[in-house]
């Protein structure tokens, strides 16, 4: 049956190159991370090394995004810390896979806010001083909105995309989301859901039938509290399947070996 839906399948959109260094090296240097005195940053981007490398992936390279709930039900994440200890360990992971150690933060409730671009140089307190517009402006959940700007994003890349999407809710529409996270999946980017507490519409999504796109883009992992884990058990689910994505998106033509 597979053979005979073939041709009706999507073509790849904006197939990209995968690079990766031959010798495994990080893509910052993380010794000078840490002699600039950001010692526990540097520690999380050691755990990323250590995760990627038991995937094969060590010296990967990509574009780190990351999509940040914003909605109501994220207050306490968001006024105890939580979030900025996820935005930090989400920069840790990049430093190992992102040429310019930049992460462009998508914050999102009913509307798209402004991309917030978070390195070694602005991470600290960046939740409190650039990110969260406080307890009474947190609205609703438009996850798709959120993942056009991504989709946007993936039709001017030059590299891989990895977006980690930080939630804790259903989306205010499952149809318009399952549509594009579909049609992302035509596109250089794997999708890795962090749920702050159980979403079984995120399950759904991992698990759409194989017809449905045109690989398998997304990993969700469910977490009672993210931020309580440690720096390894969080790299570990971040580097999750995306060696399995890597794969199947070379057979699909959306990416291709340098």
Same mark, same amino acid.
């Given at each position: 049956?597979f ?9 790849p ?7 990766k260094?031959?010798a495994g ?8 991370v840490?002699?600039?005195g950001?010692?526990d940053?540097?520690?999380?981007a ?18 780190? %995004?990351?999509v ?22 989400v920069?840790?992971?990049s430093?190992?896979i992102?040429?310019?150690g ?24 960046? %939740?409190?001083?650039?990110?969260w517009r ?15 700007? %991504? ?22 529409s ?6 594009i ?13 962090v749920a ?7 399950q ?7 017809g449905?796109r045109?690989?398998?883009n ?16 969080f ?19 959306v990416v291709?070996?340098?």
């Amino acid at each position: 049956m597979f053979g005979s839906n073939r041709t009706n399948r999507p073509a790849p959109a904006h197939p990209v190159k995968l690079t990766k260094d031959p010798a495994g090296a990080p893509a910052i240097d993380i010794s000078k991370v840490r002699e600039a005195g950001h010692i526990d940053l540097a520690k999380r981007a050691d755990k990323a090394g250590l995760a990627l490398s038991k995937k094969g992936l060590n010296g990967i390279r990509a574009q780190a %995004v990351l999509v940040l709930d914003h909605s109501g039900s994220m207050l306490n994440d968001y006024s105890n810390g939580k979030v900025q200890t996820l935005v930090e360990r989400v920069l840790g992971f990049s430093l190992q896979i992102d040429v310019d150690g930049t992460v462009p933060v998508i914050p999102f409730d009913h509307r798209v806010l402004p991309t917030v671009e978070v390195t070694v140089d602005t991470y600290r307190d960046v %939740v409190n001083r650039s990110i969260w517009r406080g307890m009474h402006d947190m609205g609703t959940t438009r996850l798709h909105e959120a993942l056009r700007v %991504v989709r946007d994003m993936a039709t001017l890349t030059d590299t891989p995309l990895f977006c980690t999407i930080v939630t804790d809710g259903n989306p205010d529409s499952r149809p318009a989301t399952t549509d594009i996270v579909v049609d992302l999946a035509r596109y250089p980017v794997f999708l890795k859901f962090v749920a702050i507490r159980q979403v079984p519409y995120l399950q759904e999504l991992d698990d759409l039938p194989a017809g449905r796109r045109l690989l398998d883009n997304v990993d969700a992992k469910f977490f009672n509290d993210p931020a309580a884990v440690s720096d390894l058990e969080f790299a570990d689910a971040l580097a999750d399947e995306w060696d399995t994505w890597i794969e199947a998106a070379k057979r699909a033509g959306v990416v291709r070996e340098a």
